[in-house]
């Protein structure tokens, strides 16, 4: 069983910074690949970023060049950080795990959630 408990979120202007953190707590060894997600009001939940245990990562076209995720395994934390932030980028942002080994972008391939944390952007 994993537990993730993601923070960091709030609102800011466009233009603006966010640095968002999960922590991961029990059985850690057993998670491969973690990624971030958003959804906003009457969308889809959409792979935002993720990144596989030995590094290799992946970002949606939206994010590239503005968005980077990274781990500190030391501190079983997942961070997101969120450069340049548009208002299409307001969303409810999720932190997810997979013991499945590879880099995924499909929510239902991911078996722990966090409860989210709200990015709001303001133009």
């Known amino acids: 069983q994993v537990q993730l408990v993601e923070s960091g979120g709030g609102s800011v202007q466009s233009g603006g910074s966010l640095r968002l953190s999960c922590v991961a707590t029990v059985y850690t060894y057993s998670v491969y690949c973690m990624g971030w997600f958003r959804q906003a009001p009457g969308n889809e939940r959409e792979a935002v970023a993720s990144i596989e245990d030995d590094g290799k990562t992946y970002y949606a076209d939206s994010v590239k060049g503005r968005f980077t995720i990274s781990q500190d395994n030391a501190k079983n934390t997942l961070y997101l950080q969120m450069n340049r932030l548009k208002p299409e980028d307001s969303a409810l942002y999720y932190c997810?795990?997979?013991?499945?080994?590879?880099?995924?972008?499909?929510?239902?391939?991911?078996?722990?959630w966090g409860q989210g944390t709200q990015v709001t952007v303001s133009s």
């Open positions: 997810a795990a997979t013991p499945r080994r590879g880099l995924w972008t499909r929510p239902r391939l991911y078996d722990y």
